[in-house]
């Protein structure tokens, strides 16, 4: 993937106010960005509609599909899309209405609007999935085809979103984020090719929350130029695209991912501001050339922020609770009961009342005691924003690699606490009744609360930039950090056996859809033939 980077230097040919400021260059490519994107795309034919019939249907099972599977709320429209391809990639869409039908579907499933696809789109849609069949088809001649098909999908469904719900301010803000941290990261020597591309998932990660098919797509589309334009591209890109996806792999899950995606988490705060900033306005390019107003602005916009948190911590926390209700809940009592009935002949209805309840009312307590950050951090970010647009003091530092040598006391230190509240725990369980079973599956519990929680805090987490640390916030890292980190292997493994999500799948919703179209056909049929009476 190819990168260039680009310094934080000031740009004399954009004057901005009486004070002498003037734009960086990656805040006057910026800039330039947003005034191509704020040029408005005519409606050149007619608009599809979407007969609304099983609507609620449709709906009614997404709400489902989701709950069993824990995402960013943005996120989910790219997973339908991945799932409409997985049952429908190896049909011709050279001769069906493949770009339709995922028209209708993401339509009744809510996530277009009716009437909002221009029919000239929905042709677009079929050419792009002819092209993708193409490259699958042809990469077999450079590897082992089915090896790549799942990633060619997750770029499809990430590429076909794109087309359909097109946001070139999100790019630009990407773009400006990457060049500004590159410029002002404080090194001895220019980052190599992997590191900067690793630095580039990251921003995606910190300040979208891009999954790893949206950022494989965004590197995709930098790598292979023009690659649907014909035969002869989509060849070139299937003799390449081996070579790619091992590249992929490396700056997705190498070494150089845990050091960037660090950095970018450490340091997005203003940049996340400024995101929410122009997102608030209907044409953001003026008030980037007038430095006090944008940054009053942004002000404004992170007191707002930090009271849209709140709300969001809420809901994310009832998400989490419903998904650990549906999931971890139900597989655990599946294994603890018929367990106390085999080996013990009776059930023990303490440890069982307590696996029931401690995971929704801990999720609770967590979402409780998540503190928003204060003014103090609001200047900070200000003060910020005016130097990575405007020009000023700004250093990024490289924080320690996954694998470099830490205090080996601390480690030891962390180990033996680890133990030893490990050790604490099961003896309190045995006191009141925990057998062997009951015991692991309160353990799983805490560990996957404890990982949700953490992955909910970071909404607010990646909002600050002056850490509030207390003697007892510190206190409650050392206790609950070893079972973050237990749950966090333990969502990565669970997440890729699912059960819920593979009866879903590939039980249930194939089979489900089918039936709802033909009941939308037999019914158009029935309208036809009332018609012809009349």
């Known amino acids: 993937m190819k990168i260039t980077p680009m310094t934080a230097t000031p740009s004399p040919s954009h004057p901005i106010d009486a004070a002498g400021d003037?734009?960086?260059?990656?805040?006057?490519?910026?800039?330039?960005?947003?005034?191509?994107?704020?040029?408005?795309?005519?409606?050149?034919?007619?608009?599809?509609?979407?007969p609304d019939t099983a609507d609620n249907a449709y709906w009614a099972y997404e709400q489902l599909r989701n709950a069993v599977e824990y995402q960013e709320?943005?996120?989910?429209?790219?997973?339908?899309?991945?799932r409409f391809l997985n049952r429908h990639?190896?049909?011709?869409?050279?001769?069906?209405?493949?770009?339709?039908?995922?028209?209708?579907?993401?339509?009744?499933?809510?996530?277009?609007?009716?009437?909002?696809?221009?029919?000239?789109?929905?042709?677009?849609?079929?050419r792009r999935l002819v092209a993708?069949?193409?490259?699958?088809?042809?990469v077999g001649q450079h590897g082992r085809q089915g090896r790549y098909v799942s990633r060619i999908i997750d770029i499809a469904s990430a590429d076909l979103q794109n087309m359909l719900l097109p946001n070139p301010q999100q790019t630009a803000l990407i773009n400006f984020t990457f060049h500004s941290l590159y410029g002002n990261l404080e090194t001895s020597q220019p980052l190599s090719e992997a590191r900067a591309a690793a630095l580039y998932a990251a921003v995606h990660r910190a300040l979208l929350k891009s999954d790893e098919a949206t950022?494989?797509?965004?590197?995709?589309?930098?790598?292979?130029?023009?690659?649907?334009?014909?035969?002869?591209?989509?060849?070139?890109?299937?003799?390449?695209?081996?070579?790619?996806?091992?590249?992929?792999?490396?700056?997705?899950?190498?070494?150089?991912?845990y050091q960037m995606n660090k950095l970018a988490r450490q340091n997005i705060a203003p940049y996340i501001i400024l995101h929410s900033t122009l997102q608030e306005l209907k044409d953001p390019v003026p008030l980037l050339t007038q430095p006090a107003k944008l940054l009053h602005k942004a002000e404004e916009v992170a007191a707002v922020q930090y009271k849209r948190v709140k709300k969001r911590l809420r809901s994310s926390v009832i998400r989490a609770?419903?998904?650990?209700?549906?999931?971890?809940?139900?597989?655990?009592?599946?294994?603890?009961?018929?367990?106390?009935?085999?080996?013990?002949?009776?059930?023990?209805?303490?440890?069982?009342?307590?696996?029931?309840?401690?995971?929704?009312?801990?999720?609770?307590?967590?979402?409780?005691?998540?503190?928003?950050?204060?003014?103090?951090?609001?200047?900070?970010?200000?003060?910020?924003?005016?130097?990575?647009?405007?020009?000023?003091?700004?250093?990024?530092?490289?924080?320690?690699?996954?694998?470099?040598?830490?205090?080996?006391?601390?480690?030891?230190?962390?180990?033996?606490?680890?133990?030893?509240?490990?050790?604490?725990?099961?003896?309190?369980?045995?006191?009141?009744?925990?057998?062997?079973?009951?015991?692991v599956i309160f353990f799983i519990f805490l560990s996957t609360v404890s990982f949700f929680g953490y992955r909910i805090?970071?909404?607010?987490?990646?909002?600050?930039?002056?850490?509030?640390?207390?003697?007892?916030?510190?206190?409650?890292?050392?206790?609950?950090?070893?079972?973050?980190?237990?749950?966090?292997?333990?969502?990565?493994?669970?997440s890729k056996v699912n059960i819920f999500i593979i009866v879903l799948d590939f039980i249930i919703e194939a089979p489900l859809k089918t039936l709802l179209r033909l009941y939308e056909q037999w019914l158009a049929f029935l309208r036809e033939k009332q018609d012809d009476v009349l």
Do not use: C
């Open 22 to 50: 003037s734009l960086t260059r990656p805040a006057a490519q910026l800039l330039q960005a947003l005034q191509q994107a704020a040029v408005p795309v005519p409606e050149t034919d007619d608009l599809v509609r979407i």
């Open 73 to 82: 709320q943005h996120l989910l429209m790219r997973s339908s899309i991945g």
């Open 89 to 126: 990639f190896e049909e011709d869409v050279a001769t069906s209405n493949t770009g339709y039908e995922l028209v209708r579907e993401l339509t009744k499933t809510r996530y277009l609007a009716n009437s909002s696809v221009q029919e000239s789109l929905v042709d677009g849609l079929n």
């Open 132 to 138: 993708y069949q193409q490259l699958n088809a042809r």
């Open 215 to 257: 950022i494989s797509f965004y590197m995709f589309n930098n790598q292979f130029v023009q690659w649907h334009r014909d035969d002869r591209s989509i060849e070139a890109a299937a003799a390449r695209l081996p070579d790619f996806f091992k590249f992929l792999n490396s700056v997705l899950y190498g070494d150089d991912s």
């Open 321 to 439: 609770i419903i998904f650990l209700l549906i999931t971890k809940m139900i597989v655990g009592l599946a294994l603890e009961v018929p367990y106390d009935l085999y080996v013990y002949g009776e059930l023990h209805p303490v440890p069982l009342l307590i696996n029931l309840l401690f995971p929704p009312l801990y999720m609770l307590f967590l979402g409780l005691t998540i503190k928003t950050p204060d003014y103090r951090n609001t200047d900070r970010i200000v003060r910020d924003l005016r130097a990575t647009l405007y020009g000023g003091k700004l250093h990024y530092r490289l924080p320690r690699g996954k694998h470099e040598k830490t205090s080996t006391g601390f480690n030891v230190l962390y180990g033996l606490v680890t133990l030893a509240l490990l050790a604490g725990i099961t003896w309190i369980l045995y006191r009141i009744g925990y057998n062997a079973a009951s015991a």
């Open 457 to 494: 805090s970071q909404s607010v987490r990646e909002l600050r930039v002056i850490e509030q640390g207390t003697t007892l916030d510190a206190l409650a890292s050392v206790i609950f950090t070893p079972f973050i980190r237990l749950g966090q292997w333990l969502s990565s493994r669970y």
